[in-house]
């Protein structure tokens, strides 16, 4: 089981020292970074995030401190900690991926992330769309996978016959199973598009 605690004390603001500028978000997405590739330099992950050096300096030392991140000459991986850890992430959200604009979409750029067996969480998707624009996004679109049907709540019992386009590209990638939840997230940059999608899919998590 995911323990949302775990990563919510991880950017507690800590004294002596200074204020941490980043979200359990930003947690995820270095732990997803690093799992993808390996190994990375401070200076690479700092360009993948979008952050500062000292920004970055500081998630790494609160991720080292925690011991999930080992940090070495030839960059920052992950300790047998932390794959257990991302495993756990990987179990709840096995899925994520860009989408190209479609009927289901606000913005240039999309990112869709798939949140396992979290269906009877969702009420009309008003939440996670909040959430997604706090994090930065424009908006965001929630489905769930019921009864062999993807339904988009109060607009659609039936994607497939509504929004062929964007059914076939998001069950194409997302592959969902009964009950799972899709969640696209929209911005103007990428970055904000993907952030926006973990903080949807982090309040039925």
Request: include cysteine; aromatic fraction near 6%; hydrophobic fraction near 45%.
């Amino acid at each position: 089981m995911l323990a949302k605690r775990f990563f919510e004390d991880l950017v507690l603001e800590k004294a002596p020292g200074p204020s941490p500028s980043f979200t359990v978000f930003d947690i995820i997405r270095v732990l997803d970074i690093i799992a993808n590739t390996g190994s990375v330099g401070r200076g690479k992950l700092s360009e993948k995030l979008g952050f500062g050096e000292g920004a970055t300096r500081t998630l790494l030392n609160r991720l080292t401190e925690a011991q999930l991140v080992s940090i070495s000459k030839i960059g920052c991986s992950l300790t047998a900690k932390g794959n257990k850890v991302w495993d756990k992430i990987k179990a709840v959200m096995p899925h994520k991926a860009e989408l190209e604009k479609n009927e289901l979409t606000f913005a240039l750029h999309n990112v869709a992330v798939l949140v396992k067996g979290r269906g009877g969480k969702v009420k009309k998707g008003l939440e996670q769309r909040d959430a997604a624009v706090r994090a930065g996004a424009v908006g965001a679109t929630t489905l769930v996978f019921k009864d062999r049907r993807l339904v988009l709540p109060t607009v659609s019992v039936d994607v497939a016959k509504d929004y062929p386009k964007a059914f076939r590209e998001i069950t194409r990638l997302m592959r969902p199973e009964e009950n799972d939840v899709i969640i696209i997230s929209s911005a103007d940059d990428v970055k904000e598009a993907e952030k926006g999608a973990l903080a949807a899919a982090w309040t039925i998590i």
